[in-house]
């Protein structure tokens, strides 16, 4: 198969099925497969990114119960993981019974950085830049002045040294208001970076948004009473405990850290993808956040005055406007089913659902263990497939999790001895 094909970028989305077919060996169900564009017709994907040939779809499911700073909202979230949305819903339900989450998100500063080489005496670069900064800021703001007019715009000029000979990096630091910012940010440094180079006598070569995001901060906090925790035969202090220990293993354990922050993204990442944000970009300003002293959990727990109490403190660099806000239909209408009135809202939305998928994740592990769910809801999932309909679907489920033989074949023998 040859991948090399001149001007294909420039082809109509039909005719790229078919040479896709014709390179790949793609059938006629697959082709009208790839047809199937759903809510983004093929014209708007086709001015989204290059090379399209259909949409790749992820179910769009809504979690529930959740409550935030004493509002009600119900969440988008687009995941193909079993079980996300059900565990983000149970945790908002056993959360809204203890009051809610609440959630408090820092001003939506993002960082431009402008790599600046040829800095031979560090002092006097940083007195020179300070002193400029008025001018600095000044022509930033230029740049955008719509983003100005809604309140938002350059604050402030860093200077930071690093581990490279001759090397500084100025800091832009941008109110972005209801922007994930990227663009703004990048298209300011490359407005100041001349300037930078005129006044200081150097040269400049990055010049580009940081997705560290450390001005960008949300914390939110939930707490359980035990009551509330408990399961079966299982009392809500020993639940509390088991997570409380679970936490610390994760405290412990870089390699337990990296399991116990995905199940935070399960829920971060889900939300983003609905709302049209960038979710790589959030991975990596979480992740890198987490990893600034060594690599920790983004969430901590422990036990307080009889209750479990969690906290989550995350950058979350999130928009409400621009990118693909008002081009994708279905980021439109889970921007309107979640109802949110600014991005710094979003972002304690989507801090709180990561909150409460930890917790999800290890109240499961301590209880009964995330696979035995996972299994129950994969048992279902065969059961359907083998025909089974409405009660038939738990009795199947249920039979065959118990003999622990979970396949087509037997969900079928179990129906056809019904």
């Known amino acids: 198969m040859d991948s090399e094909i001149s001007g294909f970028y420039k082809l109509e989305p039909e005719k790229r099925m078919q040479i896709l077919a014709r390179r790949t060996g793609l059938d006629d169900g697959d082709i009208d497969k790839l047809k199937q564009f759903g809510a983004l017709d093929k014209e708007s994907a086709d001015d989204m990114v290059e090379n399209v040939v259909s949409n790749y ?9 959740l409550k935030v700073n004493g509002e009600d909202y119900l969440v988008p979230m687009a995941v193909e993981e079993t079980s996300v949305v059900a565990a983000c819903s149970y945790a ?19 960082i431009g950085q402008i790599q600046v080489n040829g800095v031979e005496n560090l002092e006097e670069f940083q007195k020179t830049i ?3 900064e008025g001018r600095l800021i000044e022509e930033a703001n230029s740049a955008d002045e719509t983003l100005v007019k809604f309140g938002g715009g350059a604050r402030e000029i860093q200077v930071r040294d690093i581990d490279k000979e001759n090397t500084a990096v100025v800091h832009l630091v941008v109110d972005v208001r209801d922007a994930m910012g990227a663009n703004t940010v990048n298209t300011m440094c490359e407005t100041v970076a001349p300037i930078i180079e005129k006044l200081t006598d150097t040269e400049t070569n990055l010049r580009i948004v940081s997705n560290l995001s450390d001005r960008r901060l949300v914390r939110a906090e939930v707490e359980f009473a035990f009551e509330t925790l ?3 035969k299982i009392t809500g202090k020993e639940v509390a405990d088991g997570i409380v220990d679970a936490y610390e293993f994760a405290e412990a354990d870089p390699y337990r850290t990296a399991t116990h922050n995905k199940g935070v993204m399960n829920g971060m990442d889900a939300v983003c993808i609905a709302t049209g944000n960038d979710f790589r970009a959030l991975e990596a300003g979480v992740h890198s956040y987490a990893a600034k002293d060594g690599y920790n959990p983004v969430t901590t727990w422990w036990i307080d005055e009889g209750k479990l109490k969690g906290s989550i403190e995350v950058p979350v660099a ?3 406007v621009g990118g693909i806000t008002s081009v994708h239909p279905l980021v439109e209408i889970s921007l309107k089913i979640l109802d949110v009135d600014s991005a710094q809202e979003l972002s304690e939305v989507m801090a709180s659902v990561g909150l409460l998928q930890n917790f999800a994740a290890l109240r499961a592990l301590v209880t009964e263990g995330i696979q035995k769910g996972h299994m129950k809801l994969h048992a279902k999932n065969i059961a359907k497939q083998a025909g089974a309909k409405d009660e038939e ?3 199947v489920a249920e039979r065959m999790t118990e003999e622990g033989e979970v396949s087509q074949d037997r969900a079928e023998e179990i129906l056809d001895d019904q």
């Open 230 to 232: 408990k399961k079966e």
């Open 318 to 320: 999130v928009g409400t």
């Open 393 to 395: 679907v738990d009795i």
């Open 92 to 110: 908002a339900k056993l959360a809204r019974r203890n009051g809610g989450v609440e959630a408090k998100a820092t001003e939506p500063e993002m």
């Open 130 to 132: 300070k002193k400029k």
């Open 57 to 65: 779809q992820l179910p769009l499911g809504i979690a529930t119960n």
